[in-house]
């Protein structure tokens, strides 16, 4: 529907939908501008998806990613090599650079693009509003945190947070991590090259002294979902087990993301005996290890992104912020099992608040005047737990989803080559 306001998304789009929103560090982007939701109390499942505003996958397509304002790992794009068409269509989202020799230069800007996306995201939805169909999630919020849209839609008993995230979508693989794929990897002989480096993004955030209305950063989600396939279960363990200690304990001031984590677990996956990772019943080794490794990135404020090793993730951090965080991890290591014991409670206590709103709403629920005095969240409550379910079910796999714009109740999904 947004694409059809003013045709300036792809007719022919496809979107990345990953399990888990942008506060659990599925994807490399800030989270300081980010407002506080709480499972059990604002949603109970969460998702990030990916939404290209344009999408570079013509080979020929020449495309001028300009990194030299930039820091490593981010670029300016601009589009003065695209035709005519596009320059016009995007001109209102983009800064302009005029040059001395006369000619100008148009540079796309993730600021731009993402209000110019948050304001037609809230024009589609005024309208699903006014005319509500039997089947629409219900709005039950809609934010702008940065260039990030949050939407919470109620379906069913169930609400489901969505961090919509405009990117620029590309096939093939940046020169600037080229020299990654000479190196001898964790995944190599368990998948292939070309799964790999299927395509990266340019997603909207800048390093810390870079321009904001110019810099993207990129990204390589669509590739670290092919390598969630080649790590172990009880790595998997340890690693949301870590995450679900330090998400609120290093929160403020900001400094380690979840993101941060999940690279720290790549590197270690490259680092280590691939038979030691396998082992099934070493996930409490693995949280401890992953622990340690994080102690030692902070005290050494080094962090290197796992696929372009030059770009250091945490050399902007203060060592006085550094030395707040070592000191609060040194208090974990020091008793992991009580802090993984309140973590837990803190998900316990999450399900039972999601539990008990969705009982009151069973209770309180009223049929529709389109229903047949049946339960008119029933369709909605199946399509959730479809959702949930090809998640949980299909780890590390992509997950795509086609959905007709004229016929929003007939969603299609597709897993890895699979149409369902």
Same mark, same amino acid.
């Given at each position: ?60 397509? %020449? *495309? ?6 930039? @820091?490593?790992?981010? $670029? !300016? +794009?601009?589009?003065?090599? /695209?035709?005519? #068409? ?79 995230? %405009? *990117? ?6 940046? @020169?600037?991590?080229? $020299? !990654? +794929?000479?190196?001898?990897? /964790?995944?190599? #002989? ?231």
């Amino acid at each position: 529907m947004v694409q059809k306001l003013d045709q300036k998304l792809p007719v022919a789009n496809e979107y990345l939908l990953l399990s888990g929103g942008v506060r659990e560090g599925v994807v490399d982007l800030d989270l300081d501008e980010l407002n506080v939701y709480a499972r059990g109390t604002d949603y109970d499942m969460d998702f990030t998806l990916l939404v290209p505003a344009l999408k570079l996958h013509d080979r020929n397509q %020449p *495309v001028t990613l300009d990194m030299r304002h930039s @820091a490593l790992c981010h $670029s !300016w +794009l601009s589009l003065r090599l /695209f035709d005519e #068409g596009t320059i016009s269509k995007w001109k209102d989202c983009c800064t302009i650079v005029d040059h001395i020799n006369g000619a100008t230069n148009y540079f796309f800007s993730p600021t731009k693009v993402a209000d110019w996306f948050y304001d037609s995201i809230s024009i589609v939805l005024s309208e699903i509003q006014k005319k509500p169909q039997r089947g629409m999630p219900k709005v039950e919020k809609v934010e702008k945190n940065g260039t990030i849209i949050s939407i919470i839609l109620g379906v069913g008993s169930s609400r489901m947070l969505y961090d919509i995230v %405009p *990117v620029v979508s590309f096939k093939g693989w940046p @020169a600037v991590a080229q $020299s !990654w +794929l000479m190196e001898n990897h /964790f995944w190599d #002989g368990k998948i292939t090259e070309e799964e790999v480096i299927s395509g990266f993004y340019l997603v909207p955030a800048c390093s810390h002294k870079g321009k904001k209305d110019n810099e993207w950063r990129l990204s390589f989600a669509r590739s670290e979902v092919q390598l969630k396939k080649c790590i172990s279960s009880s790595l998997m363990q340890a690693y949301q087990a870590c995450k679900a200690i330090i998400i609120k304990l290093l929160s403020r001031p900001k400094a380690i993301s979840p993101y941060h984590l999940r690279s720290m677990m790549l590197w270690a996956c490259d680092r280590l005996p691939a038979n030691y990772l396998a082992q099934e019943d070493y996930a409490a080794h693995f949280l401890l290890g992953l622990i340690d490794d994080l102690q030692h990135c902070l005290v050494n404020k080094m962090c290197p992104n796992y696929f372009i090793p030059q770009c250091n993730m945490l050399e902007h951090l203060s060592e006085e912020t550094v030395m707040l965080h070592a000191r609060k991890l040194s208090s974990v290591r020091s008793d992991p099992a009580e802090h993984l014991r309140t973590a837990i409670e803190h998900v316990k206590a999450a399900n039972r608040l999601t539990l008990e709103l969705q009982r009151r709403g069973s209770t309180t629920s009223i049929p529709s005047p389109q229903s047949d005095g049946g339960d008119p969240n029933q369709p909605d409550d199946r399509l959730a737990k479809k959702l949930q379910q090809l998640v949980t079910e299909n780890p590390g796999k992509s997950i795509s989803v086609f959905i007709n714009p004229d016929d929003v109740t007939r969603p299609h999904f597709r897993i890895d080559d699979k149409f369902f």
